[in-house]
């Protein structure tokens, strides 16, 4: 376990920047003071927000440049530009330096991601990266990937997101053996995609130490809890997010529109506040603001770029206990074994077929 | 248009079968006076039931079978067991043979659709069905398709469901020119599947006379009601729709949970009980109950399995729109337009590769 969790931070990237950042990670610092800071950015704008708080001015180091990626940049835009000199480049590049454990950002995800693969390359033994997030259900929190890092998995794939998930799953929510269930439909006459039922024989019949496989689950699992970590590709996991969000506003947006109805639904709303104000915080994004890059050599997370200071110190929250908790190694462990399973099972393929 | 909508129920389908279908009939009845009903199945459950609904009794004729397919049975086990006998296959068979315009079931979905494609065929000018459902949205109501009748699905596929989809909401909806947005993921550096980026080039580039493509559409559009119709292919469709509910269903499950939190909060409930009656219609599945089984030469309706008869009578209203509009001749009318532009598109394709 690292003595200091060295948290590098792109103080440029989200719509808000550093107004948003340097508070965050004062937030943070105060829930892990075992923390320290570099952050990549423009010293103009983060100098007075820093002189604001003097704990987090202690813990850090400042480091300018004069280079931001745009949230609207494509990522071979922002490689072309921002390369060796970006704000998200430099904080990336701390970690594979070695100068960081981790780096956080709120900028945006494809050109995070494209920086992160080029400069910190993929972990042995895994293909391709995934983007992981934790998601709100009614028993606590699961994790669910791939959220959009690749479009499509083969059955390999999707074993290798089953390692990576339950590995996280391991670090944050300190279950050693997570249920891990992969996404499919439950319509019977289609019997669903065929690299997940693969996927399925796979993890079925090569029981691993940290993964205790549960079989498919459907779309409505999700938010019940099913399963402590949810497989599935990245165009089918982009969009179960993306409406679980939608459809999560729509409900608090009816129910503002009900409340506003007569005089006595106000009245019952302010008698109900702190209930409601429960609510919110169960389905406010913010709170489990942070996605994971998993499968690269090193810790790089997403954070919403849209998100307040509480939710950036979330997101660091995240990165810390990866680091923390030693996610990479407990991916490779798991990823050791793995291949030597999957190695075997291939040959017998091979030597059935 | 026809004279009077004549429906074909199976009342065995369903959770609840006849004690949810028949009272479920006599609600969709009184709303349109010019129906008439065939009932099938088990004479000695149906018959004491009609007897309570005598305006219904005498609108309707019941066709008794002792074969009702079970909700857990196997596509091919419900043909192999349920054809020419069950009472789902009877529903379907009185469209068939034009005793019928349209047949509901709150049956299960894979051998309902199995059977509807045995007996119905395609449309001509369509390869395969596809499930479509009404989904609530802050604007009112959009249409998307596919939720689940098959996996995956190329270019011209996709485009076959604009033109369905688009047909059924002009039917439904009464839009002249429904605007038609494809699901896709919004992440930059993965630029979405090669089919639907095809799918959207040939919609964008053959504009059709009663679709108005309005490019790419995410998860979170579809509650926003950015689009009338959402395509995509049935798997990511059901995980879509299922997520939706299961968050939805989450939603809900919080509010309660919060309200019961303090005797001010109950007082607040009871105060703001209208609103939150508002609230539930709009987010009650029942409301918009009623899958539609579009591409096959005649009108079937999925009810949800577990509804109740207003949900039941949801469903049965949107066949009964479905008929009154004439969705067959309106899907006819653009698909044979859109064969047109198609084979254009192809032969020119051809002539440059």
Redesign the interface.
Known sequence: MPQKVRIALDAMGGDHGPSVVVPGAALALAQHPDSTFILFGDQGRIGPLLAAHPRLKAACRLVHTDVAVRMDD??SQALRNGRWKSSMWLAIDAVKKGEADVAVSAG????L??MAKFNLRMLSGIERPAIAALW???KGTCIVLDL?????ADAEQLVDMAVMGSAMARVLHQIDRPSVGL?N??????K??EAVREAGRILRENPLPHIDYIGFV???????GKADVVV?E???G??????????????A???RG??S??I??K??????????R??RD??DPNKSNGGVFLGLNGVVIKSHGGTDSEGFAAAIDVGYNMVHYELLAKIGETIHRHAGVSAADRAIGGAVS
């Open positions: 494509k990522p945006n995800t494809g050109a991601m494209a709100p259900t009614m959009g890092a690749s479009i499509g996404l439909i439950g319509v019977e006459e289609v669903g995609l459907e779309g409505d699992d999700i938010g019940r599935t990245g165009f089918a982009n969009i179960a997010l993306k409406t679980a969000e939608g459809t999560a506003r729509q409900f947006d009816y129910l009900a409340i109805q007569s006595w639904s009245i019952g709303y302010l008698l109900a506040r702190p209930a409601f429960m609510l169960k389905m």
